[in-house]
Nanobody
Framework: QVQLVESGGGLVQPGGSLRLSCAAS????????MGWYRQAPGKERELVAR???????NYTDSVKGRFTISRDNAKNTVYLQMNSLKPEDTAVYYC?????????????WGQGTQVTVSS
């Protein structure tokens, strides 16, 4: 069984920083893409940032220049460094991983971590 465990959310003032972490564990052969999504109240879940095993990265336009995604393949962990946070970044952030279990690839999600940007 595979689990994604997130950490690092919280309350921060505008302009502040937070770092999210997501560690995958279980019977994992390999992980292809890992990413972060977010869902604000009343809105659809959207992609924030995504990184492939080879290091290719894409960001949604609203976070470019402020957020940085990275991963440690040896630890099956993905990070999201969020700087210059804005109130509109407030959302539940979800980790996603595209994982190979030996027979096929499957998508897994973390439980979500709340990020609130407010003064």
């Amino acid at each position: 069984q595979v689990q994604l465990v997130e950490s690092g959310g919280g309350l921060v003032q505008p302009g502040g920083s937070l770092r999210l972490s997501c560690a995958a564990s279980g019977s994992i052969f390999s992980i292809n893409a890992m990413g972060w999504y977010r869902q604000a109240p009343g809105k659809e879940r959207e992609l924030v940032a995504r990184i492939t095993r080879g290091g290719s990265i894409n960001y949604t336009d609203s976070v470019k220049g402020r957020f940085t995604i990275s991963r440690d393949n040896a630890k099956n962990t993905v990070y999201l460094q969020m700087n210059s946070l804005k109130p509109e970044d407030t959302a539940v952030y979800y980790c996603n991983a595209h994982i190979y279990l030996g027979s096929n690839y499957y998508d897994y999600w973390g439980q979500g971590t709340q990020v609130t940007v407010s003064s």
